[in-house]
């Protein structure tokens, strides 16, 4: 089901089949995907299955989506309200607040990379979440080693608040992130 779209950029739910899973599966195990999002080491289709699977079918505060561009599904995006949010490495403030979104997401085809179609699905996902889900603030989190996805961020609109140390495991190491912030005008 389509969630938000504009011109030849839409998002739309994840649907639970053996193909969208495998198809989340290829994107997370590519490299310039796997190096910033998520402890990824070792996903098979199972543990894809066991994760994804409660967000798809709304047993899960964390709703998944699919990002399209010109009818080529390019993504993977997730949007939750952040106080539902139990996994955090430590308690923020900002977190428990009432309005405040959480967006996750990264583009998986490595050619579409660098051309502004990050920053434009944000840009969508942001107005989608500030009209039909009446979110005040929305954040996002990334490495603060990952300085393509930050500069996506704040073409979209984001700031950065500050670092979160500590805040990310990737393999057995942890990593520090940005609280990356964009607020209702």
Known sequence: MLIVSDNE?????MTDSDDEYSLLL???NNPTVSAWYE???????????SKYRPRIV????IQSAIIEWKNRPIGYLQYYEARKEMDYAYPEPILEEPNVWGIDMFIGESDLHGKGIGSA???LMMRYLMKEKGAQKIIMDPDVRNERAVRAYEKAGFKKVKILKQ??????????????VYEKP
């Not at 080491?41 to 543990?47: E, H, N, R, V």
């Not at 805040?167 to 990356?180: N, P, R, V």
């Open 167 to 180: 805040w990310e495991q990737h393999g057995e190491e942890w990593s520090d992130a940005w609280l990356m």
């Open 121 to 123: 699905t944000l840009s």
């Open 39 to 49: 402890n990824t080491a070792g996903l098979t289709m199972d543990a894809i299955r």
């Open 9 to 13: 950029l839409l998002i739309r739910e």
């Open 58 to 61: 709304g047993e899960s505060h």
């Open 26 to 28: 290829s994107w997370l």
